[in-house]
């Protein structure tokens, strides 16, 4: 076997699932990395739950850098001077601040879970203070409940796009009758739909109903109204021969239904207010799954994971052509079922985000091997990771006792006292400059070390924080934001809005009336989104005029160019596209349907407002290959969606910096009020000097990184701040040496 071919089949590879809102990371899913990184399965150390190491076995070392006080904030405020950290690490993650997070950081009073098999997929039982941190925990308390706990109330129905009598926009809309009061005893029904688009939109063609029981009561092939424009046979399983000798319409359905439900029935489904809006139906008592099962932010988990992960069943197979709609509407109620029997802390204890982590890892890592050449595929047997199933390797001690059993000492460097047990060779330093040899020379002795580089107290108070934050948040919200004119005076502003809409999600739009001819300030909730006007709206005639579309010229935007591009050409966004002009009603099944023509196509995230939940008309595509990518950009400009026309670029916040970029473009102005000193003139000496010595950090990191041997994983973490002027969320960067080239100096 050529040499070649050998060192690539013994280099140790990371894979992590990080896009879109998967992007944060606790303490202990960090601590979990670490463990089996520096433990591995010799000593029954399990794979952590957010994602692999393949062939943990051939790692060099591992060596984690950290920078205390520094948050995400400090690394995008400083991000062009940063310049060897975002050209090397293409896995990054936010990080949930710690009190004491050197201490958590080497095990000082963590406590890894042990492993519980529910019916399904393995989970991981949390303690009972993360439990409590669980949304599923949050929303509905600890104890068992009856099912009038979790029908969703009148405002619920109407935030979540449920039809509501009354309402002039579900006229014409049938009521299922079903008007007694629910009690906890009141009947369970399941219920599911499959649709087609017809020229009037989603038109039901098959609907399932079952009882509590799970028997079918309604199981029918419904002929549309419209003519159909597209049968999606991928998802609905129906095709044009099955529905020519139909003759049952809506309104036989209809009927049907108020015939067979009881007057306290309540409705179970998965995102039923599709299936409800294409029977044409209201009905006031509704349990959705989707919501149940509930997420953070706006996120919620599919059918086919929670039958998988709850009930330990498969849905929705790839054999399959097309969905079961009975299938569906018995899963969504037995899942209902589930919830209602075991209580809101025993489902929280399955921690289903962890599961789904684990899950859609060894999805992407199945790709991935899948792209290899047959001669470098690893075998399954020797160098496959553990399967969840596997009992984790339980800790009462620190992680610092559980490497010296193993015979390792880890070697802590830095400027503060980092272990006073003994277990580790920790050497105190008075500069960086210090630390940085003492790493050179030690770093290859070691198979762990911590090495801590520290700007200093005076370049990291409270007070610095407050005004970079401010600064910070000024800068982002000039990069979202354009103006364009000028416009004749009687201009039509929703034209405006409009044209301007096509390139993405408005915040906000305002006339400015203090120029000689009117202009529109525009801003945006994404980067790409402002950019993309730049580039194709400067010059073009809207409204009537020939318009200028610029941002906003300030002293802190005279980079903004160069800012753009770095990001655009960051190792994060390879392989990333955004895609901009999707209709409203588009459907995130539409658009897995519509773009699985392209090549090499791993990831779609359609971003929603973390608010009301809905999708914000445009989403985020990530290949497997960059030149699949650049080839995706020429075919998706000008693509027709739904009467749509798509508009498209290259990403440059797609991973963890998009959910930040929305939490501080929709944080409360008072906020920043509050944290803004009017001595702001200390700020830019102070920001130069801070600059210079950020610059000579990143070099200090990057001649540490080029020490270090191939196969060495290497995790630099800006831990995040907790102070009187509030939170700031931690990031952490990671990558392993040589893996794919990825880490190249």
């Known amino acids: 076997m050529p040499k070649a071919l050998q060192h690539q089949e013994k280099a140790s590879c990371l894979s992590a699932a990080l896009f879109g809102e998967d992007c944060e990371i606790s303490r202990d899913q960090l601590y979990e990395l670490l463990k089996f990184a ?22 060099a070392g591992v060596v984690v850098i950290v920078l205390p006080e520094m948050s995400q904030l400090h690394f995008y405020q400083f991000y062009l001077q940063f310049k060897h950290l975002r050209k090397v690490f293409r896995h990054r993650f936010t990080l949930t601040p710690s009190a004491n997070f050197l201490a958590s950081l080497y095990g ?130 129906i095709t044009e021969e099955m529905l020519l000798p139909v003759k049952t319409s809506l309104s036989d359905i209809q009927t049907r239904l108020k015939k067979i439900l009881p007057r306290d029935a309540v409705l ?52 399959m052509v097309g969905h079961d709609p009975a299938e569906d509407a018995r899963t969504a109620l037995e899942l209902a079922q589930f919830f209602i029997e075991q209580g809101p802390a025993k489902v929280a204890e399955l921690n289903l985000e962890m599961v789904l982590r684990a899950e859609n890892l060894a999805e992407v890592s199945k790709k991935k091997d899948a792209l290899q050449p047959q001669g ?87 007070r610095l924080l407050a005004e970079l934050c401010e600064k910070v948040g000024s800068k982002l919200t000039d990069m979202l934001t354009i103006y364009a004119g000028p ?27 203090e120029t000689y001819q009117p202009y529109v300030c525009i801003q945006y909730e994404v980067l790409e989104a402002a950019q993309l006007a730049v580039e194709s709206l400067n010059g073009a005639e809207v409204a009537g005029s020939c318009i200028k579309v610029q941002r906003p010229v300030t002293a802190a935007m005279l980079d903004c160019d160069v800012l753009i591009k770095e990001l655009e050409l960051d190792v994060e966004n390879e392989g990333v596209i955004y895609v901009a002009g999707l ?36 989403c985020f595509l990530k290949f497997q290959k960059s030149q699949s990518a650049v080839d995706a950009l020429e075919v ?45 003139q200390q700020l830019p000496d102070c920001e130069q000097d801070l600059k210079k010595k950020v610059k000579k950090l990143d070099n200090h990191i ?37 893996d794919r080239g990825r880490s190249a100096c």
């Not at 992680?399 to 010296?404: G, I, M, N, Q, S």
């Not at 790493?439 to 090495?451: C, G, N, W």
């Not at 416009?487 to 006339?511: A, D, H, R, W």
């Open 268 to 319: 179970v489904g998965h995102s039923l207010n599709n299936d409800l809006q294409a029977l044409e139906m209201i009905h006031p008592s509704v349990i959705d799954t989707s919501l149940l099962f509930a997420r953070t932010g706006s996120r919620r988990f599919k059918l086919k994971f929670l039958a998988k992960a709850v009930l330990g069943k498969e849905i929705q197979c790839e054999e």
């Open 108 to 237: 000082e009073g963590a406590n890894p879970k042990p492993q519980n098999t529910a019916q399904g997929l393995t989970s991981t039982i949390s303690k009972s203070s993360d439990l409590q941190c669980d949304p599923i925990f949050q929303k509905y308390g600890g104890k068992k409940r009856g099912l009038t706990s979790y029908i969703l109330t009148s405002e619920e129905l109407n935030k979540y796009d449920y039809p509501i009598k009354g309402s002039t926009r579900w006229k014409g809309y049938v009521c299922t009758g079903c008007d007694k009061q629910r009690t906890d005893s009141s009947p369970l029904f399941g219920l599911d739909c499959e649709m087609c688009l017809t020229a009037k939109g989603n038109e039901v063609t098959y609907v399932s109903l079952v009882d509590a029981r799970g028997q079918c009561l309604l199981n029918e092939l419904v002929k549309p109204q419209s003519e159909v424009v597209n049968y999606r046979t991928s998802f609905s399983g």
């Open 636 to 680: 998706i400009n000008g693509w027709t969606m739904k009467g749509g026309k798509l508009r498209s670029r290259n990403a440059l916040a797609s991973g963890h910096l998009w959910r930040w970029i929305w939490q501080m473009n929709h944080s409360n102005g008072k906020q920043r009020g509050n944290i803004f000193y009017k001595k702001m």
């Open 702 to 738: 990057q001649k540490l990184y080029r020490s270090l041997q191939n196969n060495t994983l290497c995790v630099v973490l800006f831990p995040g701040v907790n102070s009187t002027y509030g939170s700031q969320s931690g990031l952490g960067l990671m990558g392993i040496k040589g």
């Open 487 to 513: 416009f004749e005076e009687n201009f039509c502003l929703k034209s405006v809005k409009k044209k301007f809409g096509k390139c993405g999600p408005i915040q906000s739009l305002t006339v400015v009336t």
């Open 38 to 59: 520096a433990l591995g399965k010799c000593h029954n150390a399990s794979q952590p739950s957010w994602c692999r190491i393949y062939r943990q076995s051939h790692l």
């Open 376 to 462: 470098c595929r690893v075998q399954q047997q020797s160098n496959e990771p553990p399967h969840l199933s596997k009992p984790c390797f339980l800790l009462s001690a620190s992680f610092l006792e559980c490497l010296k059993v193993t015979g390792q000492k880890p070697l802590l460097l830095g400027r503060q006292e980092l272990d006073s047990s003994g277990l580790c060779q920790s050497n105190l330093s008075t500069s960086n400059k210090q630390i940085l040899q003492k790493a050179l020379e030690d770093v290859p002795l070691s198979t762990f070390s911590i090495i801590q580089f520290s700007l200093g107290p005076e370049n990291l108070s409270s």
């Open 583 to 618: 209709k409203r009603s588009i459907t995130e099944k539409d658009l897995q349907e519509e773009f699985s023509q392209l090549k090499d196509l791993e990831m779609l995230f359609l971003p929603k407002d973390l608010q009301s939940a809905k999708h914000r008309n445009c």
